[in-house]
């Protein structure tokens, strides 16, 4: 009995299935701690995504309604014209605004495309995507075919900066549209009768296609003619948006082939000068019908123009061996904008020992720029009296055009007295003797930083009786004169030349400094 309940014992065991592990609790919430930061950056990464699209949508959806709304025909709820309520345009923008607001919102205006796809400025009007002209418009600036130009721009942040340097970006769109002021949609057949086979041609010459200053005032003749096969009854009218047009004396008719012509002025403004051209576009009508559009564009003429000026330091050079430093200030004084290469020319300094690698290009008009450059007083220099140089400069513009400075000149004494002279002639009495004198005035001016000493004199190739007024020392930039006369000889009168030139230099400190060479040339009378 005992061996039988052992045997059912170990069966009982053999078909037990085997125990399994179970996992712990705690490795679980382990790996779902592990996992959920990366399900919840997914969906935060999902969140911020469909943001900036709606965002980037609502954007581009604000500029084209209020592009849409002020480019409407007719006057708004504020009794204004679409394109020039800003108020509307504004609330048109802010409408679609949802989950974010707009920072931005600019309104202008232009005339559209050219045919090389740049833009076309009105008159007086910003045409830059980020100006606001909206409130400055007037019914008389626009007309039917300008564009509303619009600008909106939204700024997308991030709700939860992770990467605290991450401030998040501007959104911009911009739309535009073209105006369409008013649409004729019928005629009054009191005023205007329409006859099949009327044809009027349109024709438009400036007096000049160019202009170079504000205030300049350009005359524009319009003629008419009728090229159809009915005979035009007037009134004939010109119709131009920047001119101001007299058609006094205008026929009643125009049979055909005959033509009439009339005037009008324009005064070029500071605009213009600073856009570079104005444009208007003209057309002509008379009873039966109206005459071709004449585009006409007036530009600014391109001037190349520029002026040099020089300084030199030190402004005094007594000794040899001192370096001169000059500068050359480059202005363009034209309208053509200048480029380099800029090349100067002077008599003291070789061209390439003049540095320009630091000059501005291009040189837009009215700007300038500077080049240096070095020369050593020489002990030529110092006996002359002096240094003088004389320089012009060079620029390019356009297609490699070149154009030249004025002349400019710097003299720079090389000792501290300086001398120059003036001559008086007079005839004395009784005239029949013909007895003339020439009275020399010599100006002594220190031009050093230290006192200069008497006694000073005058050695002159010709001139006598020299009499210097001063016996005390001359300070720094004072003046003293010393005076001189000749007496004009028979000699004088028929050596042919007309003319008595003589030659002298001054010296203080008992003759141990010594100024430049100075002379006078008089005229003599011819009788």
């Known amino acids: 009995m005992q061996n039988h309940k052992n045997i059912l014992t170990s069966d009982h065991r053999l078909l037990q299935p085997p125990k399994r592990k179970r996992k712990s609790v705690g490795q679980g919430m382990v790996e779902f701690a592990l996992v959920l930061p990366a399900l919840l950056l997914i969906v935060y990464g999902l969140l911020e995504v469909g943001r900036l699209l709606f965002i980037y949508g609502s954007t581009i959806t604000a500029a084209r309604q209020a592009a849409r709304y002020g480019s409407a025909t007719g006057l708004s709820d504020n009794g204004i014209p679409y394109y020039r309520d800003c108020n509307g345009i504004i609330a048109a923008v ?225 000794n040899a061996g001192t370096v001169i430093t000059y500068t050359y200030t480059l202005k363009n004084t034209g309208t053509a904008t200048l480029t380099s290469p800029y090349t100067i020319t002077d008599n003291k300094i070789p061209s390439n020992q003049i540095n320009c690698s630091s000059a501005t290009s291009p040189l837009s008009p009215g700007a300038s720029t500077t080049c240096t450059g070095s020369y050593t007083v020489t002990a030529t220099d110092v006996s002359n009296g002096n240094v003088k140089n004389i320089a012009t400069a060079t620029a390019k513009y356009g297609n490699n055009n070149t154009v030249t400075s004025n002349s400019a000149e710097v003299t720079v004494p090389t000792a501290p007295l300086v001398l120059s002279i003036s001559a008086t002639l007079t005839t004395l009495d009784p005239p029949t003797n013909l007895q003339q004198k020439i009275t020399y005035t010599y100006t002594l001016q220190n031009v050093g930083t230290t006192n200069l000493n008497a006694p000073y004199g005058i050695t002159d190739s010709i001139a006598t009786n020299i009499v210097c007024s001063s016996s005390s020392s001359l300070a720094p930039g004072a003046t003293t004169t010393c005076t001189g006369e000749y007496m004009v000889t028979q000699a004088d009168r028929d050596s042919g030349t007309g003319v008595v030139i003589n030659s002298a230099r001054a010296s203080s400190n008992g003759g141990t400094i010594l100024s430049n060479p100075a002379s006078a040339t008089v005229a003599l009378p011819s009788s």
């Open 94 to 318: 802010n409408n679609v605004a949802f989950i974010n607001t707009f920072n931005n919102i600019y309104i202008t205006y232009d005339r559209g495309l050219d045919s090389s796809g740049n833009v076309v400025s009105i008159p007086g009007i910003n045409s830059s995507p980020t100006s606001n002209t909206c409130n400055s418009i007037n019914d008389s600036t626009l007309r039917t075919g300008d564009r509303i130009k619009i600008q909106v721009s939204a700024t997308w942040q991030p709700i939860v900066r992770i990467v605290p340097s991450w401030q998040g970006f501007t959104i911009t769109s911009s739309a535009e549209r073209t105006i369409l002021r008013s649409v004729a949609i019928g005629v009054d057949p009191e005023a205007v009768s329409w006859a099949p086979g009327s044809s009027m041609l349109l024709s438009v010459s400036p007096s000049s296609s160019t202009y170079s200053t504000a205030g300049e005032t350009i005359t524009l003749t319009y003629t008419i003619q009728n090229n159809g096969n009915v005979t035009l009854t007037g009134p004939f009218t010109i119709t131009d948006t920047i001119s101001t047009v007299s058609c006094g004396g205008a026929p009643n008719s125009l049979l055909i082939g005959q033509t009439y012509s009339c005037t009008g002025t324009y005064k070029i403004s500071a605009a213009d000068v600073t856009n570079g051209s104005v444009s208007t576009a003209v057309s002509a009508s008379a009873t039966e019908t109206i005459s071709n559009t004449v585009p006409v564009t007036l530009t600014l003429a391109q001037t190349a123009s520029l002026s040099l000026t020089k300084t030199a330091s030190p402004a005094v050079a007594a």
